[in-house]
């Protein structure tokens, strides 16, 4: 019998989260689907609220100066408000919307990962922006890839 790296849950192992992944696979992140929607939906509500009430100090938080880019607290709150919005729209799912919803939450994040790349790769933002910008959304998109619930998402025929 070969060992299961413990860093992989199968459906034989429950997770720290107290569930048990009935995938039979190992799973994206050591956390149950539903605890990996509590995290996500508490990391866009911290990084959309800050935007929202503190645009110019979350900026410097992810390296962007407000003096330099005036325009940066006005950004920071369109991007606030959605990201409140999408952790609301989690947070409130039927269970029968849930995989929608994080589908639409992973394609924003996807976009913003791409963004920061690309940002990136063009001199536009800095290190410290592209990592912490770029990994808050991968991190994301990971996290709403664990929150899906085994079976969901297949096929739509």
């Not at 929607?37 to 935007?51: D, K, M, Q």
């Not at 005036?70 to 919307?97: K, N, T």
């Not at 410290?128 to 929150?147: D, E, F, K, P, S």
């Amino acid at each position: 019998m070969t060992a299961v790296p413990s860093n992989e849950f199968t459906a034989s192992q429950p997770d720290p989260g107290g569930a048990e992944r009935p995938s039979g696979g190992p799973s994206l992140l050591p956390v149950s689907p539903a605890r990996a929607r509590e995290i996500l939906i508490g990391l866009r509500l911290g990084v959309g609220v800050g935007a929202l009430l503190a645009p110019r100090l979350l900026g410097r938080v992810f390296g962007i100066d407000p003096a330099a880019n005036p325009a940066s607290p006005y950004l920071a709150r369109l991007f606030g408000i959605r990201d409140v919005m999408l952790a609301y729209q989690l947070y409130q799912a039927p269970e029968s919307e849930l995989e929608d919803v994080l589908r639409q939450g992973i394609v924003v994040d996807t976009s913003d990962v791409l963004a920061a790349l690309a940002a990136g790769a063009r001199g536009g933002i800095g290190a410290r922006t592209l990592v912490l910008g770029g990994g808050a959304a991968a991190a994301a998109v990971c996290l709403g890839l664990a929150g899906r619930e085994p079976g969901a998402g297949g096929s739509d025929g």
